[in-house]
């Protein structure tokens, strides 16, 4: 199975700072990369597939970048609605796998 | 727009069994796979199982194969989740989601208890 390693595990950060969390993958898995956003008590909702592409609706202060192993998602103005647990999932081979999520938290 | 319910959780003994479904609307149902995701309390997402838009092919994560079984009925637009045996490391949150690589949307999700 592919190994999906994010980090930080949380952090945390003030309204309108620039985030970027991290995405490992154990072996290439070329762009199958997507980002998810889950709030408390909510179900996970998908900001970013294919590495780089903005699910429809979702605000243009997110981007993603990144191939073969190495990824980021990046927040460039942390707003308050973005308080949330964020966790990377390969799409490259079944079992899709899914890292262990980054809380971001409000400083 | 798209809407995914899901039904049938609770409480379970183990060694017990509990079929969830998941009701779909807004979209051309048989067109597409749709997949289960679990989340134990207080834990990160893991993938259950995955069923072909025709129900032909069907995947399963190790953790859950040979107790677990996915199902769809195209004519109804439900997509289910047939679980026996179930031990406590069952216990999560169910999402049925549209898609099997990519999961988009899901569903509110339910709550399969194990315990005695």
């Known amino acids: 199975d592919i190994q999906m390693t994010q980090s930080p595990s949380s952090l945390s950060a003030s309204v309108g700072v620039r985030v970027t969390i991290t995405c490992r993958a154990s072996?290439?898995?070329?762009?199958?990369l997507n980002w998810y956003q889950q709030k408390p008590g909510k179900a996970p909702k998908l900001l970013i597939y294919?590495?780089?592409s903005l699910q429809s609706g979702v605000p243009s202060r997110f981007s993603g970048s990144g191939s073969g192993t190495d990824f980021t998602l990046t927040i460039s103005s942390l707003q308050p609605e973005d308080f949330a647990t964020y966790y990377c999932q390969q799409s490259y081979n079944t079992p899709q796998t899914f890292g262990r999520g980054t809380k971001v938290e409000i400083k | 727009e798209v809407h995914l319910l899901e039904s049938g959780g609770g409480l379970v003994q183990p060694g017990g069994s509990l079929r969830l479904s998941c009701a779909a609307s807004g979209f051309t149902f048989s067109s597409y796979a749709m997949s289960w995701v679990r989340q134990a309390p207080g834990k990160g997402l893991e993938w259950v199982s995955s069923?072909?838009?025709?129900?032909?092919?069907?995947f399963y994560a190790d953790s859950v194969k040979g107790r677990i079984t996915i199902s769809r009925d195209n004519s109804k637009n439900t997509l289910d989740l047939q679980m026996n045996s179930l031990r406590g490391e069952d216990t999560a949150v169910y999402y049925c989601a549209k898609g099997e690589g990519v999961f988009d949307p899901w569903g509110q999700g339910i709550l399969v208890t194990v315990s005695s």
């Open positions: 294919a590495a780089s």
């Open positions: 069923i072909s838009g025709s129900g032909g092919r069907t």
């Open positions: 072996q290439s898995i070329t762009n199958y």
